[in-house]
């Protein structure tokens, strides 16, 4: 059988996926020599990449692919206060936030809010909540520097030290907002009951479950906990609105603290 040539091969794969592209490579000598020409991971490259990464301190790249390779492990952009990366297989890209890159009521106060370098945090520092009432935490970006036409996912990276008090006792309120849309408001704790809270719960409720939130703290693979803060599409390419993604909880006047904020995720959702 005669094989296509190998430009027309290429240029048949940039209409395909990356995933498609790197499974490719085993079919023949043709697919994978196309499979690996910068026509093809020009066309999977997030747009605008050349400025995503002008500020970049890197090596150069001998091809695009390589280029493709980089921007999958999670890199630092922004002076070091946001995390870029892509996904391998999809292209679908990724943002981390860092809480220095987040509005949080009074955390320039010592009294309220501590700031400090954590071995585990992949920002050069974190933010531990001592004490307040009053818990607003806020984030912004737009969509066109996300993937078009996906949904995404936005969520608050967290810890809960062993001295944390005042978390579990009332609810906070999560939302997204796109634009002048409207937000839908979820709420959910900042910590998950202890063994100990949950037989008094059961001895006290019984089978009336008297937490109503929708959101429980999830562990993520890295060590660190997320709350779900909402979702969201981002529309066609092109397009470019604001996303605000909040979480507070201000109704209940109640002292809490021990919370560690790493950041806000945004992710596409699987």
Known sequence: MKMLPEACVANILSFTTPADTFSSASVSSVFRLAGESDFVWEKFLPSGYSRLISTWTHGSFSSKKELYRCLCESILIENGRKIFKIDKLSGKITYVLSARDLSITWSDQRHYWSWSHRSDSRFSEAVQLIMTDWLEVTGKIQTGALSPNTSYGAYLIMKVTDRAYGLDLVPAETWVKVGNGGKKIDTSYLSCLDDKKQLMK???????????????????????MEIELGEFETGREGGDKEVVMSL???KGYQLKGGIVIDGIEVRPKP
Do not use: C, I, S
Not at 212 to 220: E, S
């Open 202 to 224: 059961r001895l006290f409720y019984g089978h009336r479950d008297q937490r109503t939130a929708k959101n429980d703290p999830k562990v993520r693979d890295d060590g660190w």
């Open 248 to 250: 507070t909880e201000v």
